[in-house]
């Protein structure tokens, strides 16, 4: 699901760069100060045709070349942004080696580079749960085609005869890979090892337009997915190893939105397990995503609040209103209203005190919202998919520090959809000190996500396997 301040499932940066007579190429340190602090590395390169190419490392996290989009200069000043990841940089040169600007993901930040010839260095990499050879199970590279397209995936069978009961894993938002890898953590990778171990067959399909998958990402919505995970479970009901009668779908996040879609028009699903999937409405899912990553940013809780009705105004108006002047006109009126009610010190802190920087924040929702994908996900409602699934096994799980689906907000209506819908089987649990990622986190901080070792939590997993042993198997 996507995020907006530092997402990373998740993020880092709007970038843009026009260039006049300043030459902006080099190497450039910068840190931010969100909750502890995050280095960050920025490579720019102009090219023959004086435009430039820009990419980012979070040291700290362990992500290295992230592309920056439309990285572009204008006399003095360098944006840059990466779209997957809802950030925007705008910085001035004010002098040769020193960038001063903001840093944008849904909360605005002071930021400033400084060009440098000894960029920050990554801390060593330790991924303790990423499998390793050698493995108890058979392993198999496969691709299939379907819905029009070729998919490449990753397929683990357990050792022995006979059929076995299936799980097809479904990534977050974003453009993922078949172990939805994030600063190196693979947690379907990790998934699929601990399923196959006990006794499961384990599908994990790159996204459209990734790896060996076709497609294009770009222009796709959730419905889109949707239609990849049907073309998947045909072709994983067609394996001669698989008990075609217990096949299950596991998603995470927007794949856990994609899963009770699929499960609910299918009669073929035995089980459906939720990884911090939505209970609610997007717009408001949204509105409490924004204020809790605000919170986490040491933005004050009163202030975060008080922007929150706001916020979904903005969304709201997004889902109506399809001219995108229209819109903008509507989020700037949004934006004013909030700030005409508002101390000078709070705007400061959310850096929309003038109106310059309001509009530049009106722009980039604005944008956010343009993409095909965006649109679609800002008008969903899990809950008419939730209350058809009467004959679908459902475990639904959320940790309880996830910021970016909100436990408290989410699991209860997962519950009253299943109760309302007249599910058989489900159990709706919320998992004591887990992220979003379901790891064991310390500051709870999207930025943390790749300083922890931990990739999936044990007690997680452990929930997992006793839920489909009791209730599959």
């Known amino acids: 699901m996507k995020i907006k301040v530092i997402n990373l499932l998740l993020g880092l940066f709007f970038t843009s760069s026009l260039l006049a007579q300043t030459n902006f190429s080099g190497t450039w340190n910068a840190t931010l100060n969100v909750a502890g602090s995050l280095r960050l590395v920025l490579h720019v390169q102009q090219q023959q045709d004086d435009t430039y190419t820009a990419s980012l490392d979070s040291p700290d996290q362990n992500a290295t070349g992230i592309k920056c989009d439309n990285a572009t200069a204008t006399g003095n000043t360098f944006t840059f942004a990466i779209d997957k990841l809802k950030v925007r940089y705008t910085g001035n040169l004010i002098n040769d080696t020193t960038l001063s600007g903001t840093f944008t993901q849904g909360a605005s930040l002071p930021l400033d580079f400084h060009r440098t010839s000894v960029p920050f260095v990554a801390k060593p990499i330790v991924r303790p749960q990423t499998p390793m050879p050698p493995f108890p199970y058979k392993i198999e590279e496969v691709i299939y085609t379907g819905n029009g397209l070729q998919y490449g995936g990753t397929l683990t069978i357990p050792q022995g005869k006979g059929k076995f009961p299936a799980v097809l894993l479904i990534t977050g938002s974003g453009q993922q890979d078949r172990d939805e890898t994030i600063f190196h953590h693979k947690p379907f990778a990790v998934l699929a090892d601990v399923l196959t171990r006990d006794g499961f067959v384990v599908l994990r399909v790159d996204d459209r337009g990734k790896g060996n998958s076709t497609g294009n990402f770009a222009n796709s919505t959730t419905a889109d997915f949707a239609k990849d995970v049907n073309a998947s479970v045909d072709y994983l009901k067609s394996r001669t190893e698989v008990n075609d009668k217990k096949v299950g779908l596991m998603g995470h996040s927007e794949g856990g939105m994609i899963a009770p879609m699929v499960a609910s028009q299918r009669t073929d699903i035995n089980f459906i397990i939720l990884l911090a999937g939505p209970g609610i409405k997007i717009v408001d899912l949204m509105a409490e995503q924004n204020a809790d990553v605000e919170k986490s940013l040491g933005i004050n809780a009163a202030l975060a609040d008080d922007f929150k009705p706001y916020f979904k105004t903005i969304l709201e108006n997004s889902n109506s209103t399809s001219d995108t002047m229209q819109l903008l006109q509507k989020t700037m009126q949004t934006l004013n209203d909030f700030a005409s009610k508002t101390d000078s010190n709070s705007l400061k802190t959310l850096n929309i005190f003038t109106d310059k920087e309001r509009e530049l924040y009106a722009q980039e929702l604005v944008k956010g919202f343009s993409s095909p994908w965006f649109k679609y996900f800002l008008q969903f409602d899990p809950e008419p998919y939730l209350t058809k699934l009467r004959k679908v096994k ?67 997993l452990q929930t997992i396997i006793e839920w489909l042993n009791k209730n599959v198997k």
């Open 394 to 460: 459902v475990l639904a799980l959320n940790g309880s520090k996830d910021i970016q689906v909100n436990a408290s907000q989410n699991l209860p209506a997962i519950r009253n959809d299943l109760v309302a819908g007249k599910t058989k089987q489900f159990e709706v649990k919320e998992l004591q000190g887990l992220n979003h990622l379901f790891q064991t986190c310390n500051k709870c901080t999207v930025q943390e996500y790749g300083e922890l070792e931990e990739t999936f939590s044990p007690v997680a």
